[in-house]
């Protein structure tokens, strides 16, 4: 049997710094535990601009499509705000999303102990923290029609539609309550149901879907106004959020300063199986391209490394492999190694991208 496939867009910015450590992990995987996978590598956002004149180019896309999982680094970055509007990085990162119909995106927030103490937030508000948060991916503002900009009584106006369709709520609901009953059995769905029709409905199917078949599943409500105030204010009361594509991007960024920093958070994109029983997805860090660091060796690899570490929980069914490789970037925190955006301005010199992923593999070979 041939090895699973990868195909790794490392893309622009600080991504394929951060990506060539997920790189030296796979190779460990392979020798180490007999993981092999088939890896390939292409272009998104800018590098594929640069390259091709558009974001994501049509062989990469069908690539995308076949591969048993995609890994992506980060899109976008200063050089790029001068381009039309439909060749930006970002485009080639919705498109794969949309195209994949990578309608589950998974973004979970732990606070590793050894982090406690960074966070913005008091110590005790955010030690042991382990949410989810499950935002809708392929829908709703940033991709319902009509969109664009457009004059009206001789002056433009932008326009954006927030557009849910009942089956789009239910799948990604159903997923959301999936994830809930393996952890722990609560599920808090937030929109803005007090001034939306969309939130409405998303509210109204929610319920239902909870109703028929999650019963078992202790189910809240919450404006997503209030959600964000209650993410600072008591993070730890909840375990799986459920909410929509903008109101997850915002609220994920949110969650992140719980976990210390930005650089943390990894993501999984999921969609329906495929033929081989896997799920269509695609791995990310939270995280963008971040310009202000880039190609100074300054960005912290964790993040992208967990997305690697939910690649091997959801689309390869190995728990856990996946249990290893978190259990060692938290070992490598409790050993203090920290880079630059996980120390105060007079903690000392960080380490650099490579030495974090270093780490990372000592502690792996310490844990055979
Ligand atoms: P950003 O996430 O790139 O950066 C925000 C801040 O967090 C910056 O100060 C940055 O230095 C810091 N940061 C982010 N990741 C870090 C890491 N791994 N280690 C250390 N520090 C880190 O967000 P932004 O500045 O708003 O956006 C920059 C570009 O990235 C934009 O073009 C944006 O569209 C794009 N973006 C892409 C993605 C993605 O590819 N998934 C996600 C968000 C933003
Ligand atoms: C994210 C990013 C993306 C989003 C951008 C880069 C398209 O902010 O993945 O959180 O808005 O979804
Ligand atoms: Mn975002």
Redesign the pocket.
């Known amino acids: 049997m041939s090895n699973p496939s990868l195909l790794i867009l490392a ?1 622009d ?2 991504g394929p710094e ?1 990506m060539a450590e997920v790189q030296r992990i796979i190779d460990w995987f392979g020798d180490k535990r007999g993981l092999k996978f088939d890896v390939s590598e292409d272009l998104v956002g800018g590098a594929a601009y640069d390259a091709h004149g558009v974001p994501l180019h049509d062989d990469t896309m069908a690539k995308a499509q076949e591969v048993d999982a995609v890994l992506l680094g ?4 200063p050089k790029y705000d001068v381009l039309d509007f439909s060749v930006k ?2 485009r080639g ?1 919705l498109r794969l999303r949309k195209e994949m119909d990578l309608f589950a995106n998974l973004r979970p927030a732990q606070c590793f102990d050894a982090l406690a103490d960074f966070s913005s937030l008091k110590k005790d508000i955010v030690a042991g923290l382990d949410i989810m948060i499950v935002r809708e991916l392929t829908s709703g503002s940033y991709f319902g029609e009509p969109r664009g900009i457009f004059t009206e009584n001789n002056e433009r106006v932008g326009i954006n539609t927030q557009r849910y369709t009942e089956s789009e709520i239910d799948r990604v609901a159903r997923a959301a309550f999936e994830l809930a009953r393996k952890r722990g059995g609560k599920l808090c769905s937030m929109e803005k149901a007090n001034v939306m029709e969309s939130g409405i409905l998303w509210r109204d199917v929610v319920t239902e879907v909870h109703e028929a078949d999650y019963k078992d599943i202790e189910l809240s409500h919450m404006y997503a106004d209030n959600g964000a105030m209650q993410l600072v204010r008591a993070p730890k009361q909840f375990d799986v959020i459920l909410t929509d594509n903008l109101f997850g991007d915002l609220l994920s960024d949110c969650a992140a300063m719980l976990t210390g ?3 943390m958070l990894p993501s999984a994109s999921l969609g329906a199986p495929m033929e081989n029983g896997r799920p269509k997805a695609l791995y ?2 939270v ?7 880039a190609g100074e060796g ?3 690899p964790c ?1 992208c490394i967990l997305s690697f570490a939910m690649a091997l929980r959801y689309s390869f069914s190995e728990g856990g492999e996946a249990d290893r490789l978190e259990a060692a970037v938290e070992q490598v925190l409790a050993d203090g190694v920290r ?1 630059g ?1 996980l120390m105060q301005a007079d903690g000392g010199t960080p380490a650099t991208t490579s030495e974090m992923g270093s780490a990372v593999i000592a502690a792996l070979d310490a844990s055979l």
Request: charged fraction near 15%.
């Open positions: 893309g910015g600080i951060v980060a899109v976008g970055g990085p970002e990162l920093s930005l650089g990310e860090p995280h963008g391209s971040a310009p202000d660091i300054k960005a912290n993040a880079t955006d």
